[in-house]
């Protein structure tokens, strides 16, 4: 997207509880991007949780107990499997119930919501829908963050809580963040409640991985390396050679997850270099396949790929360029999680940039103000998307929002919805 990604991110928290507690803390903070200053709470359980008299209580370095209004989430729901967003810019889309801005919620939030010392628990009320800020069983979820260690400040106000409800593994444990740091993002998605630093990822800008920063991406289809996706663009970049040896070559597996209610709508190539043909496939799981005869039944879809491919949604010669047994039936991934190898087809060093772009599902892209119906007033909606570089934008698919998705909504409009 052209503007800040609704990233991920969450805490965990365990609890001895009644299950009506075990459900409250299956409602995480998934992610705070810093950027958009958005903070997304996830529902991992299998039932809709009633975030009315919900409040949060954050810190920072300077500012201890701050808290949000008492009946801010009054009348939201979290169904299970989806996100809510609070909107710390009071920027959220007209008309998403899941997207409520700070205005809203009242109270107040610690600020500025940033990379350095910073502590937010999540609140739900007891049976009488009250709320005792002292009472650690009713701390829903709890994390924390600095920039590299350094200065905590009045952040851990309220850590030690967190740590007595096995929320949090200790006081004096933070995710580790850097001043350019764009989001905090949850990368254990089984809705385990104990939280740890080592729960999450750090997102610069929108690269995830970058191999000459962040070290060799895994070779190994058994053991692939994980990249935690936000909403928006997502860089992998790294370099292959499959020497002259076909098997124990340099190839890049990446596994990535598709979160329910989003889908994988592009996979765009960046960068290749030098030009000299490549592969690139694709299969469901977390584990891949050396490509070969053998195995190429078990890829959803594979093509090759040289300098002229740059710039391309490969997800659409997914469709109608495979060179597998299989392609795929339309250019997005859904739900779920899928395993990518790259790899250079001769001997010498391949360098390649991909670029992961996760995007909302929505049931159709044209009815951009989401009321059901695909009408006029949906252009002035998707004006407002571009003036403000909302996800709704960016009808194409490219991750971007640029004036091409104008033609893309005229053309999405026409189709109209099913």
């Not at 899941?98 to 109270?107: A, E, F, K, L, Y």
């Not at 809580?161 to 933070?174: K, N, P, R, Y």
């Not at 909403?231 to 597996?253: C, H, K, Q, Y």
């Not at 060179?323 to 390649?352: D, R």
Request: charged share 15%.
């Amino acid at each position: 997207m052209k503007s800040g990604h609704f990233i991920a991110s969450a805490v965990s928290a365990i609890c001895v509880m009644s299950a009506a507690g075990q459900s409250e803390r299956e409602v995480q903070v998934r992610s705070v991007d810093f950027d958009a200053g958005i903070i997304e709470l996830f529902n991992f359980s299998s039932g809709d949780v009633d975030l009315s008299r919900w409040r949060f209580c954050t810190h920072d370095f300077d500012q201890a107990r701050r808290y949000t209004g008492a009946d801010g989430l009054n009348g939201v729901t979290i169904e299970a499997g989806t996100s809510v967003y609070i909107h710390l810019n009071n920027d959220a889309p007209g008309g998403d119930p899941n997207r409520v801005n700070r205005s809203t919620i009242g109270g107040s939030f610690a600020g500025p919501l940033d990379q350095d010392a910073y502590g937010l628990q999540l609140y739900f009320p007891d049976a009488n829908g009250n709320i005792s800020f002292g009472n650690s069983s009713l701390i829903a979820d709890h994390l924390q963050w600095n920039i590299n260690g350094a200065g905590t400040g009045s952040s851990e106000t309220r850590t030690a809580q967190a740590v007595s409800q096995m929320l949090w593994s200790s006081t004096g444990d933070f995710i580790p963040t850097e001043a350019d740091s764009d989001a905090i993002i949850l990368t254990d998605l089984s809705g385990d409640e104990a939280g740890s630093p080592s729960e999450y990822a750090v997102l610069r800008n929108n690269t995830r991985h970058d191999e000459a920063v962040d070290g060799d991406l895994a070779d190994d289809p058994q053991s692939p390396t994980g990249v935690a996706l936000s909403t928006g663009s997502n860089v992998v970049a790294g370099e292959v050679n499959l020497s002259d040896d076909a098997v124990l070559g340099d190839r890049d597996f990446v596994t990535i997850d598709v979160p329910a209610g989003q889908q994988l709508a592009g996979l765009t190539l960046l960068g290749w270099d030098p030009n000299d043909t490549g592969f690139i496939a694709v299969n469901s799981g977390t584990t891949g396949f050396i490509p070969g005869g053998a195995t190429s039944g078990n890829f959803l879809a594979g093509v090759l790929v040289n300098t002229s491919n740059v710039g391309e949604n490969l997800l659409d010669s997914f469709v109608n360029q495979s060179v597998t047994t299989n392609s795929l039936s339309e250019p997005v991934l859904g739900e779920g999680a899928y395993t990518f190898v790259i790899q250079q087809t001769g001997n010498l060093t391949q360098s390649y940039a991909l670029d992961f772009v996760l995007v909302d599902a929505f049931v159709c892209l044209a009815d951009v103000n989401g009321d059901g119906d695909v009408t006029p007033t949906d252009f002035t909606a998707w004006i407002n998307a571009f003036n403000n570089n909302l996800p709704e934008c960016d009808q194409n698919g490219d991750g971007a929002c640029t004036p091409t998705d104008f033609t893309a909504w005229i053309a999405n409009f026409n189709a109209g919805c099913p």
